[in-house]
């Protein structure tokens, strides 16, 4: 039984450009939340989806959005990046109650 | 406002003797606390939960424990292994399954 996976695992990108990471959530869950982590710090939570709708949000800019898929799969996408949006991005998925789950992390660099 | 912070930053320990970790948080509605390892270029993972209608709650090699008194959490870990060398955050979810993380303290483990 696969647990959240994440894609890609690393990626390097140009200020000013956009980028999409992806997630799957492990079998069974239905919520899938993403994390930006910088580096020695903890995770800060960016937004939440949940029937293909945005739960609820963390304090990012617009430039941040995402999406849900019916088979709740996720996306996250981030406009005009900044050297600042640098992190690993986690997505973590859950169903109702239960702990969240954490996948990877896509590792983001803006150069 | 919410938070949840970390009252030591590192900890080093020798293999074989018993770890404690601590957290103190900051907003008392909250009412679930998780406890997550991450290791060097990985996602957190999850080590053990518990609820506020709980003080203590055992797995294996693990304990958390929970005064709601004085907003501290805890996590034990007997019989400290390599292994177990990582970053541990406490994480308190807050208005709806989204967690605040700590800032996390680093475990080492000395053989």
């Known amino acids: 039984d696969a647990g959240v996976t994440q894609s890609p695992t690393h990626l390097i990108k140009t200020r000013g450009q956009q980028v999409t990471l992806r997630c799957s959530p492990k079998?069974?869950?239905?919520?899938v939340s993403w994390y930006q982590q910088a580096l020695g710090q903890g995770p800060q939570f960016i937004f939440q989806?949940?029937?293909?709708?945005?739960?609820q949000r963390g304090n990012f800019p617009d430039r941040f959005s995402g999406h849900q898929f019916p088979n709740y799969s996720s996306e996250l996408n981030v406009n005009a990046l900044l050297l600042g949006d640098s992190a690993l991005y986690l997505c973590?998925?859950?169903?109702?109650?239960?702990?969240?789950?954490f996948g990877p992390g896509t590792r983001l660099t803006v150069t | 406002g919410e938070s949840v912070g970390l009252h030591l930053p590192t900890l080093s320990v020798q293999e074989g003797d018993n770890s404690i970790i601590n957290c103190a948080y900051s907003?008392?509605?909250?009412?679930?606390f998780i406890w997550y390892k991450q290791e060097s270029g990985k996602g957190p993972q999850f080590i053990i939960d518990?609820?506020?209608?709980?003080d203590k709650r055992q797995g294996q090699r693990v304990t958390v424990l929970l005064n709601k008194t004085v907003k501290h959490l805890s996590l034990q870990i007997a019989a400290t292994q390599p292994g177990d060398s990582a970053v541990y955050f406490c994480?308190?979810?807050?208005?709806?399954?989204?967690?605040?993380f700590g800032e996390g303290t680093q475990l080492t483990v000395n053989p």
């Open positions: 907003n008392s509605a909250s009412d679930y």
């Open positions: 973590a998925s859950s169903l109702a109650a239960a702990a969240q789950n």
């Open positions: 989806y949940y029937e293909e709708e945005e739960r």
């Open positions: 079998s069974g869950h239905d919520t």
């Open positions: 518990i609820r506020s209608n709980m």
């Open positions: 994480a308190e979810e807050t208005s709806g399954s989204r967690l605040t």
